[in-house]
């Protein structure tokens, strides 16, 4: 039995209440007299979240989010799948289900996310309909090929009409789609999107029918620019990908009280982690009544969000931020079979004293990037980039197989000297590289081909890594530990002058060809707007 001021979000009230529960099912709620310290809330649902993105293994990212609050998530896999397939997400889902953390999955639509990059696995209407056929998979997971979907590619077709055989939902992923090609986005019956970036896009969308997904994660901080729209509709305040860094400082509370700060009420703002995305994926959870299953969060307040105790199915599971819990990460390794790689390996080549060349461009606190043109220098037939005006070499190196490494230009980084590398580069995670010379990358992409995946800082030859054994993607390691290599991580990456708070992070973004506006994949640069490769030297 549990007693508070409950908060029902249903009803939108608060009231002292006696909570009582059978097999972790609440089965009464009686409301009573007395004062109480704090509130009890439901528990809080991250309804569109990457687990691979915190670097840690699901049972390390369960001992990490269930102290702050989150009782449940709804993972989107699609990262591990494109790297080892149903292997593994047959690891993440046995992995998750040793923790009270209530995991439910998507099922990876995009494996590869195009036909225009080379990932370690390729999924097809058979394999969704394998996971979709599981209680634990509750959707179809976001629909990053949505130029396919709006083609109405037969491939996507099928994967679609499978989720809709199946009854399940279908979610999406359509940055600054509109007009007349949202409408035929939306008609195939996919139901939510996670990528507006403005409260006028999220209107349209919502219009449409969409279910808005807020994001507040680490590469992309969308809540305060959707704000106007927040307050005056439903949504869902999800993550998406976040680091563990800020995992240690909160998850879905810290979001709550920046949602409140920006002046949506405390209410509105616990629906979107609670009822609403219990009710569009048909979980039972999401409130504190009978028939719901027995999470409940203790908070100070509903300004801060702080949390005080945490239960699971009724079970105390977390007090004070500390979980009551053991872990036992599950292992894998993958390792990465490759020939080594030399710095003539990650030049680009060319005529002339000098050429204009397309740039990748970074915008602050988003995933989307600019498509800029500058005057490089030519110097020995091969193009170089330009520190002074902080343009360096980006480069994408295949993991599956050898490959010619494919190349261009990044501004935004900040880097004076030096090189970063990672295995962990969005959707097919082959190894991406940036740097201020060809000499460093090599050797930090031979660093991580040597240790089997992760994140690699060299300079002058010397590297520092933090090792990410499973999958290239995660570690097995406490939350503490790989936040401790990160931040060493990231010092060394300031000594260099690199300006972001979230280097690997935002680096791994730079391959994701759905997202406009530049990008680069494993088979060249490429053009999201028109779809379409693209040649660094402009003609």
Do not use: W
Request: with cysteine.
């Amino acid at each position: 039995m549990i007693v508070g001021n409950l908060v029902d979000v249903r009803r939108k009230r608060v009231f002292p209440a006696r909570i009582s529960e059978r097999d972790g099912v609440i089965t009464r709620v009686e409301e009573m007299e007395g004062k109480f310290d704090g509130y009890l809330i439901p528990g809080l649902i991250d309804s569109h979240i990457h687990i691979e993105s915190s670097l840690l293994c699901p049972s390390r990212f369960a001992e990490v989010v269930v102290p702050h609050g989150t009782t449940a998530v709804v993972a989107a896999p699609h990262e591990i799948a494109n790297v080892l397939g149903l292997a593994g997400i047959e690891y993440i889902t046995r992995d998750s289900s040793t923790t009270p953390l209530r995991v439910y999955f998507t099922a990876p639509s995009c494996v590869p996310t195009t036909s225009l990059e080379t990932s370690g696995a390729t999924f097809g209407p058979a394999e969704i309909e394998l996971l979709l056929a599981r209680d634990d998979f509750v959707a179809l997971g976001e629909l990053t090929d949505y130029p396919g979907a709006i083609g109405r590619d037969p491939d996507v077709m099928a994967r679609i009409e499978v989720a809709r055989r199946l009854n399940k939902p279908i979610d999406g992923h359509a940055p600054l789609l509109s007009g007349a090609e949202l409408e035929k986005y939306v008609s195939l019956g996919i139901s939510t999107d996670h990528e507006c970036t403005s409260s006028e896009e999220a209107s349209e969308k919502a219009s449409m029918g969409m279910v808005i997904m807020v994001r507040q994660g680490s590469a992309s901080k969308d809540l305060e620019a959707l704000t106007p729209f927040a307050k005056d509709h439903e949504f869902l305040l999800v993550s998406d990908d976040v680091s563990v860094s800020e995992l240690i400082r909160g998850h879905l509370n810290r979001s709550l009280a920046k949602a409140v700060a920006l002046g949506i009420d405390p209410m509105h703002a616990l629906r979107a982690v609670t009822l609403n995305p219990a009710l569009h994926y048909n979980l039972p959870l999401g409130a504190i009544e009978p028939g719901k299953k027995a999470d409940l969060v203790k908070v100070k307040d509903l300004e801060s969000f702080d949390v005080d105790e945490v239960y699971v199915g009724g079970r105390l599971v977390a007090r004070g931020g500390v979980p009551l819990f053991a872990v036992r990460p599950k292992e894998m390794v993958n390792l990465l079979l490759l020939q080594r790689k030399v710095p003539s390996d990650f030049e680009i080549v060319a005529t002339g004293q000098s050429v204009n060349a397309r740039i990748i461009g970074l915008i602050k606190d988003e995933i989307i990037t600019d498509s800029l043109v500058s005057e490089l220098r030519v110097e020995n037939g091969k193009v170089m980039p330009d520190v002074e005006k902080d343009i360096l070499r980006v480069s994408v190196v295949n993991r599956y197989r050898d490959a010619p490494v494919s190349s261009a230009f990044v501004k935004g980084f900040g880097l004076r000297g030096g090189a970063i590398a990672s295995s962990v580069a969005h959707d097919s995670h082959n190894i991406i590289a940036v740097g201020a010379n060809s000499e460093d990358m090599a050797v930090a992409v031979n660093t991580l081909i040597q240790e089997g995946g992760g994140y690699c800082i060299c300079s002058e030859g010397r590297c520092s890594t933090l090792n990410l054994r499973v999958a290239g993607l995660m570690c097995t390691k406490p939350a503490s530990e790989v936040k401790r290599v990160l931040d060493g991580l990231f010092e060394r990456a300031r000594a260099l002058g690199c300006t972001l708070e979230g280097p690997f992070m935002t680096m791994s973004f730079l391959s994701l060809l759905v997202v406009p506006k530049l990008k680069l994949g494993d088979k060249g640069l490429f053009d999201v707007e028109g779809f379409r490769f693209t040649d660094v030297v402009v003609s």
